[in-house]
């Protein structure tokens, strides 16, 4: 079965058309995109060579152009074989009942994730799988941290020609949540690219672990704490690809997928809900099982998503007043010390930040946080 050819046929329908709107006549330009593109044609050619006939080998790409759009026959069209290697096609339209299927994918063993951790159906550029992080050491802690959403491991694209094509692009799920970029090269140095597209190399450190890392240094050293003694959530579990990863793999990742059966990355963006009840209810058991008495909120995000549905109070960190203090509070019947705090971002400088929150917090640490917590 030519499973390469197929998947790199699955890829392209999936980059190239909505399944709810397509022209009848999509298989034909399939079949001409095959003959105008040389790593498509190389790999149709194999097939032919190692005796899979071309009838079988065209029903095959035409019934695997129809899964992928979930269509439904509506007739018979003719094209020239010159242009499409075919003389014939069945026409589609939209199935009324038609889903998206996901791309054909081989199996990818994610590298360097702890095995606690769940993996989604989703994956990355090159194929790594989306992992849902969660904390692995479940016993009891002093504080219990939330953030907004998972960083990925970033790699530095470097493409055949020898320049960079992605100077930091999210290749994988960090080994651990909220990691401090340690181990980067060998985390990429597992991940298979074909020679024909380049190489990766890790991306410049700022790109690797800088949460973590502002979260050691800027929040937990000042309040006298250790990782050990910190349980770590985020309301969203997992990467979230961002505007600039969108626009880098639209860019420059999918027009190479179908040439050379690569991958097609399906890293959900960041959602407009960054927690529904269910993941409120999830973050709520984590923090009974954390048996912490100090929630540490970083940025406005998990005050907005988390604690104002709790307590309508502040929805935002600007709303506490003065910065930095602990604030008593009700969540779910239980008394908390709630600690609101920036987001990593504006404590690190770390791309986009505000230097009021910056110098707030720089102060904070300096002259409160070593005196906040017993």
């Known amino acids: 079965m030519p499973t390469q050819l197929l998947n790199a046929v699955a890829q392209l329908v999936y980059t190239k058309y909505d399944p709810r709107n397509f022209p009848e006549d999509v298989t ?3 079949f001409e995109h095959l003959v105008q593109t040389p790593g498509l044609m190389a790999q149709y050619q194999d097939c032919l060579l190692r005796g899979i006939g071309s009838n079988t080998l065209h029903k095959n790409i035409g019934q695997r152009v129809k899964e992928r759009l979930g269509a439904e026959s509506c ?40 095995p606690q951790q769940k993996t989604t159906s989703c994956c990355f550029p090159f194929g790594q799988p989306l992992q849902e992080l969660r904390q692995d050491d ?8 939330l953030g907004v959403y998972a960083s990925a491991v970033h790699a530095r694209w470097i493409g055949p020609d ?25 985390l990429i140095s597992r991940i298979s690219i074909p020679s024909a597209a380049g190489r990766l190399v890790p991306a410049d450190p700022q790109f690797n672990g800088p949460s973590g890392s502002a979260l050691d240094e800027k929040f937990l050293r000042p309040l006298g704490l250790t990782r050990d003694q910190a349980w770590l959530s985020d309301l969203v579990p997992h990467s979230c690809a961002n505007e600039s990863q969108a626009k880098a793999i639209q860019r420059v990742y999918l027009p190479l997928a179908a040439q050379h059966g ?33 929630l540490i909120l970083l940025g406005d995000q998990p005050i907005r998503w988390f604690l104002r549905f709790f307590d309508s109070r502040w929805s935002r960190l600007s709303d506490f007043g003065a910065y930095g203090r602990l604030h008593a509070t009700k969540i779910d019947g239980k ?16 791309g986009f930040s505000s230097a009021h929150w910056f110098e707030e917090h720089e102060r904070w640490a300096k002259t409160a946080a070593g005196e906040l917590l017993p």
């Open 162 to 186: 020898g320049r960079d094509a992605v100077r930091a692009l999210a290749v994988a799920s960090e080994p651990y949540i909220f990691w401090r970029g340690e181990g980067a090269d060998a």
């Open 138 to 145: 479940r016993s009891p802690k002093k504080v219990f941290v």
């Open 262 to 294: 690569l991958p097609i990355p399906s890293i959900p963006s960041v959602p407009e809900e960054l927690a529904d009840a269910p993941r409120r209810a999830a973050i709520l058991e984590e923090l009974r099982e954390s048996q912490a008495s100090v």
């Open 28 to 30: 034909r330009e399939v």
């Open 335 to 350: 008394d908390w010390q709630v600690l609101p705090l920036v987001h990593p971002r504006q404590a690190g400088r770390l």
């Open 75 to 114: 007739g018979y069209g003719k094209c020239n074989p010159a242009k499409a290697l075919i003389t014939g096609y069945t026409k589609l339209r939209p199935h009324p009942k038609t889903t998206l299927p996901a791309p054909s994918q081989k199996v990818v063993t994610p590298v360097g994730v702890s």
